[in-house]
């Protein structure tokens, strides 16, 4: 069965460091998205990308974060200059319509 | 803010009895999902909905959409200790953005 799959699965990193996660989305998906959840917290919107460009971001997804699909098949998020507060799970997404969106496993991300 | 509010937000029940996990908004949806969630996982889609008062059943689980489609309502008959999970809510609203519900942490006692 296809799935989305992210690497690498924990990710540790210096505060002020740059980190890119990796995602593989589901091959005939049009939309792809990230999501983060803070430990014991709700799973946060973070971007949608939809035709080589993003279709919505929230407050959280500041000028630290960017998406970009460098290829037919990976997308990535990056985040510049890592702050304490990033630390979470990093989940992936991709959808081909409204029927729901299917998740990859997460990155742990960790902030020293 | 689009929030979907889920209820309750803990339950610890016994094997073998029934349940109602709730999720309420204010916003109409296009459509919702459920999802399962184990810890450190991602999400595992359960169902989508998409008609104001649509009913969905999965095994001993009934999904449904309420009329004017600002709510659901899970419902799990005989629960067993496999169902023991964090279940969410997720929204769907213009364009293609899942908000996700508080979520609800349920325990099934063997």
């Known amino acids: 069965e296809p799935e989305v799959t992210q690497t690498p699965s924990h990710q540790v990193t210096q505060m002020g460091q740059e980190v890119i996660l990796r995602c593989v989305p589901i091959?005939?998906?049009?939309?792809f998205y990230w999501y983060r959840q803070i430990l014991g917290q709700k799973v946060e919107f973070l971007v949608s990308?939809?035709?080589?460009?993003?279709?919505?971001k929230s407050e959280i997804f500041d000028d630290q974060f960017s998406v970009e699909r460098p290829d037919g098949s990976n997308f990535t998020l990056k985040i510049r200059s890592t702050k304490l507060e990033d630390s979470a799970m990093y989940f992936c997404?991709?959808?081909?319509?409204?029927?729901?969106?299917?998740f990859g496993q997460g990155t742990r991300l960790t902030v020293v | 803010t689009q929030l979907l509010e889920q209820s309750p937000q803990f339950l610890s029940i016994q094997e073998g009895e029934n349940l109602t996990v709730y999720c309420n908004s204010s916003?109409?949806?296009?459509?919702l999902q459920w999802y399962r969630q184990e810890p450190g996982e991602g999400p595992v889609l359960l169902v989508t909905v998409v008609t104001g008062g649509e009913v969905k059943k999965l095994k001993r689980l009934t999904f449904q959409f309420g009329d004017a489609r600002k709510d659901s309502s899970l419902h799990i008959t005989a629960a067993q200790p496999g169902d023991t999970g964090l279940y969410l809510c997720?929204?769907?609203?213009?364009?293609?953005?899942?908000?996700f519900g508080t979520g609800t942490r349920l325990k099934v006692l063997a």
């Open positions: 997720a929204g769907v609203r213009g364009t293609y953005k899942y908000i």
């Open positions: 916003s109409v949806f296009s459509s």
């Open positions: 990308f939809y035709n080589n460009e993003i279709s919505e």
């Open positions: 091959s005939n998906h049009l939309y």
């Open positions: 997404a991709s959808s081909r319509d409204r029927e729901g969106a299917f």
